[in-house]
């Protein structure tokens, strides 16, 4: 089975860091994602690690430890418009590699 | 990148009928595609995984009778609710997975929000 657990809601200030954790408990690992979803909208790529370490792209990053069954995103310099839920997912490596969502995290930033 | 897009975005409908939902990769094969629900403030549920020339695959707890996965070709995957019901209302998602290349993103369709009256 697939367990992926979030937080549910956190709030940052406009201009500071915050780190969106996840954890996973999966049969099998062939990647794990983030995404970030605006209401009412499809969710957009942002990150994917299948290897352990520090991923780092613009003002978003994100790590991952495979025998810890961790990740998380970390989201630099705070923009107004980054409050949105930001969705965790692991890719299995079972029948076709399907992609399992965690709850998301809804993040609000405040000025 | 992959364009994957999804018809219509909105649909609001009598109880009882069906809609079909479909969900074309523009500039890619997709040999398989996937279904997802999200109900509001959650996240997405997997319903199925569309394979191309095969019958779906559907995750314990969805009705196949009831969510019709038909992947026919490699660009197109249709979803149709059929008898629909106001339990049935939800943000249906697809989104495609690219064989090679940009095999590390799934790409997704723009949603449609399905209103059963």
């Known amino acids: 089975g697939q367990n992926i657990d979030q937080p549910t809601e956190m709030t940052a200030t406009e201009g500071a860091i915050v780190q969106i954790n996840c954890t996973y408990q999966t049969s099998g690992f062939n990647g794990l994602f983030w995404y970030q979803q605006h209401a009412g909208e499809a969710p957009t790529f942002l990150s994917y690690?299948?290897?352990?370490g520090l991923e780092e792209k613009g003002r978003f990053s994100s790590f991952l430890s495979r025998s810890k069954g961790y990740s998380y995103l970390l989201l630099k310099e705070l923009q107004m418009k980054d409050s949105a839920s930001y969705l965790c997912?692991?890719?299995?490596?079972?029948?076709?590699?399907?992609?399992?969502f965690g709850t998301g995290t809804k993040l609000q930033v405040i000025p | 990148g992959a364009v994957v897009s999804q018809h219509p975005s909105r649909v609001i409908c009598k109880s009882g009928t069906s809609v079909k939902i479909e969900c074309r990769s523009l500039?890619?094969?997709?040999?398989?595609m996937f279904w997802y629900r999200q109900f509001p403030k959650k996240s997405l549920m997997l319903m199925a995984t569309s394979n191309e020339g095969s019958k779906a695959t559907y995750e314990q707890g969805v009705e196949k009778d009831k969510f019709l996965i038909n992947h026919a070709s490699l660009t197109l995957s249709t979803l149709t609710v059929t008898s629909a019901h106001p339990e049935d209302s939800s943000f249906y998602i697809c989104?495609?997975?690219?064989?090679?290349?940009?095999?590390?993103?799934?790409?997704f369709g723009s949603g449609t929000q399905l209103s059963v009256l």
């Open positions: 500039d890619f094969q997709a040999t398989t």
């Open positions: 690690n299948v290897l352990d």
């Open positions: 989104s495609a997975r690219v064989d090679r290349g940009l095999g590390e993103k799934l790409f």
């Open positions: 997912a692991v890719r299995d490596q079972e029948g076709y590699q399907k992609v399992t």
